[in-house]
Nanobody, 123 residues
């Protein structure tokens, strides 16, 4: 069992930056690939980024590549999402998730989810 708690969301102007964190409970964090997803009002949940168990491999959704960076610190049981040059269309609830499959952009591959953190980007 893995419990995930996101933090770091908030309100930011277009062009600004935020760093999201996702802290995991338990001693098995390093066994899981981690992903970030987001869901905007009225839209389906979409893949943002994923990182392998050791952090050596990463994958991004096309629209986020070059602006977002996923990383993890297994000693701290934490995964991060650094978001730069934010745009109003990045406004969404951001979720972190843990799964045993990498790489996977499919939310069904992830077994554990956090409660989400709101990111709002004003124009």
């Amino acid at each position: 069992q893995v419990q995930l708690v996101e933090s770091g969301g908030g309100l930011v102007q277009a062009g600004g930056s935020l760093r999201l964190s996702c802290s995991a409970s338990g001693r098995t964090f390093s066994r899981y690939a981690m992903g970030w997803f987001r869901q905007a009002p009225g839209k389906e949940r979409e893949f943002v980024a994923a990182i392998s168990w050791t952090g050596s491999s990463k994958t991004y959704a096309g629209s986020m590549k070059g602006r977002f960076t996923i990383s993890r610190d297994n000693a701290k049981n934490t995964v991060y999402l650094q978001m730069n040059n934010l745009k109003p269309e990045d406004t969404a609830v951001y979720y972190c998730a843990a799964g045993l499959t990498f790489p996977s952009t499919n939310s069904r591959s992830y077994d554990y989810w956090g409660q989400g953190t709101q990111v709002t980007v004003s124009s």
